[in-house]
């Protein structure tokens, strides 16, 4: 694997950033080259794969419940005194689902997701780097890129959709407990209004693009531990560099994909 | 005559940027021969062993390890030569994620059809090589610096490798232990018949393991023979470079 040789300095000029910026890019679409080269090659490392989802997205659990509860609560409660103002209050339940289901709850359980998890495989894998362990595998005759980067990919592309059905369901148990406190309602009432408001063109394009952002957690966050150098100095910049492109990278997808969506289902307008 | 060189390398060249790193080096070293390769820091010593089992890409020449050049030889085939050689890295490498069982299983459960009470019985055997059975369940970050070097030297062993190749194995090491792990090398290697490649700044691990020494210098191989006939040299270079040292010649 041929990946451009990146140098970093305290303060690069602008023709040095712009060189980052396309080496990366480059470096970048080899490396998820290699990954599709790679995935489907045997041994296929499925006790890898089972560690890796339990570490890297079962133990995300407790944040991003935290994070979905507060979501809905604090949309709906926003959202109220607006709907208020045109006398539509009874589209609360329906505004926190779709605004939840479509949007809120994909993006950001990838972005809490690519805080926790990309930065963590940068910083595992840039360890690993500096101190020889990768090279120490390749030695052995085992394929690191098979061992340490496909597993972890697909670990993330498989979590983080599950992940989100979980916050989107707490999101609007945010919302109904949002509701409850501003306007006197049952749970019967939010939850037929949830039902009624949702179709299953809203549900499939948000759990659809979480596979993408899940990959992105994954593939980004290898590249960077993978190809961390520099010693320790090395591994702090692999991770946080992880998280910041990870960021960048489903923020600039989200927008790509929402309008491949409307242009693909044009009634979902 | 037959050929009995385990390692051939034919003018090997790699550079850095602007730096020469190596300049068309050339290298025989025959089976069960233990060679020391000395030269001052950043002279090129552990780039020759990367290259050797291609780690790192050199910009031309020739490498010869059992008759097969790894340098264009398939990944299959490579790996299958990486399978002959045991390479102990200067911090050891241990897999940090993995208790020492498992880091000397993981190389086993991957390339060989032993089953799982085989591995437990081989991975306590070449533990007691190293005198490190009681650490058989530990992780790599409650050892000290001398046990993580056997451990990493137990596991580049367990293959079974005809190619020993050793970077560094006694820097940051105490005398004591430096001596200790020096010692273990050369025991295991007359007890598993294997080829050594030692690369060292440690004159006392090289008095111990080498059968012949050569010294790296401005990209090139400037001096080879017996480690004590390079250290009585007059050459002014080696003179300096083995005069800080106490060696017994």
């Known amino acids: 694997m041929n990946l451009p040789d990146i140098k970093y300095k305290r303060r690069p000029n602008i023709s040095e950033l712009v060189y980052i910026f396309f080496a990366n890019i480059t470096g970048l679409t080899v490396f998820n080259w290699e990954f599709f080269k790679n995935v489907f090659k045997p041994p296929y490392e499925i006790a890898e794969i089972k560690k890796h989802m339990d570490e890297l997205g079962v133990k995300t659990f407790p944040i991003v419940s935290i994070t979905g509860f507060i979501i809905g609560l604090v949309l709906a409660m926003q959202s109220y005194p607006v709907l208020q103002r045109f006398g539509a209050t009874d589209f609360l339940p329906n505004t926190v689902a779709l605004s939840v289901i479509r949007e809120l709850g994909p993006v950001i359980t990838a972005l809490i997701f690519a805080g926790r998890v990309s930065s963590g495989i940068g910083a595992e894998l840039g360890s690993m780097r500096v101190t020889e362990q990768i090279d120490a595998m390749e030695v052995s005759a085992i394929n690191p890129f098979r061992y340490l980067v496909v597993t972890r990919v697909i670990a993330t592309t498989m979590i983080l959709p599950v992940l989100t059905i979980y916050v989107n369901f707490l999101a609007l148990l945010g919302g109904f407990i949002a509701v409850i406190i501003t306007e006197s309602t049952n749970f019967e009432y939010y939850k037929n209004a949830v039902i009624g408001a949702v179709e299953f063109g809203d549900l499939i394009p948000g759990l659809a693009k979480t596979f993408v952002f899940g990959y992105i957690v994954g593939i980004v966050g290898c590249y960077k531990g993978y190809t961390a150098d520099g010693g320790t100095e090395g591994v702090g910049r692999a991770s946080t560099t992880s998280v910041v492109l990870a960021s960048l990278l489903i923020l600039v997808f989200d927008m790509v994909l929402v309008k491949i969506t409307l242009i693909l289902w044009p009634t979902l307008v | ?249």
């Open chain 2, 1 to 249: 005559m037959a050929d009995t060189s385990l390692v051939k390398i034919r003018n090997l060249s790699k550079r850095f940027d602007h730096l020469q790193v190596l300049d068309k080096v050339s290298l025989d070293v025959e089976t069960g021969e233990n060679l020391v390769v000395f030269g001052r820091s950043g002279t090129g010593k552990s780039v020759l062993l990367k290259c050797m089992v291609g780690l790192l890409k050199p910009d031309e020449g020739e490498v010869y390890i059992d008759q097969k050049n790894v340098l264009e030889i398939s990944p299959n085939g490579l790996n299958e030569i990486r399978k002959k050689i045991g390479f102990l890295f200067q911090g050891a490498a241990l897999y940090d994620s993995m208790s020492v069982r498992e880091n000397l299983e993981f190389p086993l459960k991957k390339h060989s059809q032993m089953t799982d009470n085989e591995i437990d019985e081989k991975v306590i055997n070449t533990l007691s090589l190293v005198s490190l059975e009681d650490a058989v369940d530990k992780m790599p970050s409650e050892l000290s610096g001398g046990m993580r070097k056997r451990i990493g030297l137990a596991r580049s062993i367990i293959t079974d490798p005809q190619l020993m190749l050793y970077d560094e194995p006694t820097t940051g090491l105490d005398p004591i232990s430096s001596k200790d792990i020096s010692e273990l090398i050369l025991n295991l290697q007359k007890k598993l018949n294997m080829t050594s490649i030692v690369v060292t700044h440690d004159l006392i691990c090289a008095e111990i393991i080498s059968d012949r020494a050569i010294f790296l210098r401005d990209a090139k191989i400037v001096y080879e023979g017996k480690i004590h006939e390079l250290a009585k040299s007059t050459d002014p270079f080696l003179k300096n470079f083995f005069s800080n040292e106490i060696i017994r010649v």
